[in-house]
């Protein structure tokens, strides 16, 4: 059995990637290698000569990836902050865009100690999870309506407490229910939502269209029904000095600052661009 370079099968998934429209398929190829290899990415130099089957195995995955299926359901997980969360078919796939939100409450939260955060239309719980890793000290709440959603959000929150974490608090909710969380009214450090934001027509890349669930990615009314009800319940949870961020389309730069400047209990209104200068998310502070 002949070893072969590793280095030439990244190359060819790298073309066959790139042939299949990927945005990132050099990025996605090596991933993909790492995966097959049982190692992190960064090693993949130190392995210069690989045996037949992995070469197989690697091109597998390519060939389903080539396919549009997203990298992170081959993979099984997804990366954001210092974790990573398992993500699978009928949950949200978190995007290095929300890293950016991620970054943003935290730097905002450094000189809270003890700090209460609420993360609305919490997905796989990607965000919640994320900041109680970072932030031993916070109490975090969670609530998502989607019930498949909220299975991988469990399943996640548990790998995270067995690995150390402080627990979640995990829960069942409509961000359009006036009273959810009322006993936390006034008292929340900061509120982080990555809701469904697309504007119903738009079109997205295939493994979003072909696999993120449909009510994870769209929204009426140009793409504001969940934000806007989300807005009103961080203007109402919120405790003075308290933190919004809210990650909205691309499309929204000027709509979503607006719904916050009209809330007269926030201040501080301000709209973030994505790794691609693209307005991306909007935060505030209630004054």
């Known amino acids: 059995m002949t070893r072969q370079p590793l280095r030439l099968a990244i190359l ?33 130099p130190l392995i210069p000569l690989v045996d037949p089957p992995v070469v197989d195995a690697i091109g597998q995955l390519v060939a389903q990836r080539a396919k549009r299926i997203p990298l992170q359901h081959l993979t099984g997980w997804a990366a954001v902050g210092g974790i990573t969360v398992d993500v699978g078919p009928g949950v949200f796939v978190p995007r290095p865009e929300t890293e950016l939100l991620l970054e943003w409450t935290l730097t905002s939260l450094q000189n809270v100690p003890d700090p209460l955060v609420v993360d609305l239309c919490t997905g796989s719980g990607a965000l919640a999870l994320a900041i109680a890793n970072a932030r031993p000290d916070a109490t975090v709440y969670a609530v998502d309506n989607d019930p498949v959603a909220l299975s991988w959000a469990r399943r996640n929150a548990e790998a995270r407490t067995a690995e150390g974490d402080t627990a979640i608090r995990l829960y069942s909710g409509d961000v359009t229910d006036g009273a959810l969380f009322a006993e936390l009214d006034g008292l929340v450090d900061a509120v982080v939502c990555n809701p469904p934001y697309v504007p119903r027509g738009t079109r997205v890349a295939p493994e979003v269209s072909g696999h993120d669930p449909v009510n994870a990615v769209y929204a009426d009314e140009g793409g504001l029904e969940v934000i806007r009800p989300a807005v009103s319940c961080a203007a109402r949870l919120l405790k003075p000095g308290g933190v919004l961020a809210i990650e909205h389309d691309e499309r929204h730069g000027q709509s979503v600052p607006a719904l916050l400047s009209g809330r007269r209990v926030l201040s501080e209104v301000d709209d973030h661009p994505d790794l691609a200068g693209r307005p991306r998310f909007a935060t505030a502070r209630r004054g």
């Open 12 to 44: 060819e998934a790298e073309r066959l990637l790139a042939e299949a429209g990927v945005e990132s398929p050099r990025t996605d190829a090596e991933l993909l290698a790492a995966h097959v290899l049982g190692v992190e990415r960064g090693r993949l």
